[in-house]
């Protein structure tokens, strides 16, 4: 991934989807699409260091829903609208869900299928914040970051292929 011209100054720890405590010292942003495959691997893959990081109250994620308009990424815009935003205890659980069954809904046509899937099959509701969506578009935007998954730690901006142990080198130098 080319980061040269990304610009981490204009991303921010305020607009997301927030899992951890407000104080704590690192925050992890992450610019995701549910429909990626490369998203879900870095959830995946990052699971385990993040329920320790988070129950010990070092690390915070900063989830943000990034709508795009490629089509192969656009069936997750859809899916993002289910999503809760507050990050209440079961985010990451629909999240979960979401992305285990991503070989299902993504290869649905129709976006109103998808909302159907979403809505009957995995028994989740509308949780849209048309707001937060368009800023993160435009955090996006301005900090130059066009690929998913893009992750940022202070200065360090990588994507899914890092290493857990490097990962963790990151969090615990921050």
């Given at each position: 991934?080319?980061?040269?011209?990304?610009?981490?100054?204009?991303?921010?720890?305020?607009?997301?989807?927030?899992?951890?405590?407000?104080?704590?010292?690192?925050?992890?942003?992450?610019?995701?699409?549910l429909?990626?495959?490369?998203?879900?691997?870095?959830?995946?893959?990052?699971?385990?260091?993040?329920?320790?990081?988070?129950?010990?109250?070092?690390?915070?994620?900063?989830?943000?829903?990034?709508?795009?308009?490629?089509?192969?990424?656009?069936?997750?815009?859809?899916?993002?609208?289910?999503?809760?935003?507050?990050?209440?205890?079961?985010?990451?659980?629909?999240i979960?869900?979401?992305?285990?069954?991503?070989?299902?809904?993504?290869?649905?046509?129709?976006?109103?299928?998808i909302?159907?899937?979403?809505?009957?099959?995995?028994?989740?509701?509308?949780?849209?914040d048309?707001?937060?969506?368009?800023?993160?578009?435009?955090?996006?935007?301005?900090?130059?970051?066009?690929?998913?998954?893009?992750?940022?730690?202070?200065?360090?901006?990588?994507?899914?292929?890092?290493?857990?142990?490097?990962?963790?080198?990151?969090?615990?130098?921050?």
């Amino acid at each position: 991934m080319d980061i040269s011209n990304m610009d981490v100054t204009e991303t921010n720890t305020i607009t997301g989807i927030k899992i951890g405590r407000d104080d704590a010292p690192v925050k992890v942003i992450e610019f995701i699409n549910l429909r990626c495959p490369y998203c879900r691997q870095w959830f995946d893959d990052s699971e385990a260091t993040f329920a320790e990081y988070v129950a010990n109250g070092r690390v915070q994620r900063v989830i943000k829903l990034f709508d795009k308009t490629k089509p192969s990424l656009a069936k997750g815009n859809i899916m993002h609208k289910y999503v809760p935003k507050e990050g209440q205890a079961d985010t990451l659980e629909v999240i979960a869900k979401i992305y285990e069954t991503q070989d299902i809904w993504g290869d649905l046509d129709e976006h109103e299928a998808i909302s159907d899937y979403a809505e009957t099959t995995l028994h989740l509701t509308i949780a849209d914040d048309v707001a937060s969506s368009k800023a993160i578009i435009q955090e996006a935007d301005n900090a130059q970051i066009i690929f998913v998954p893009t992750m940022v730690v202070g200065k360090h901006i990588f994507d899914q292929k890092i290493s857990q142990a490097d990962f963790r080198s990151i969090l615990d130098e921050a």
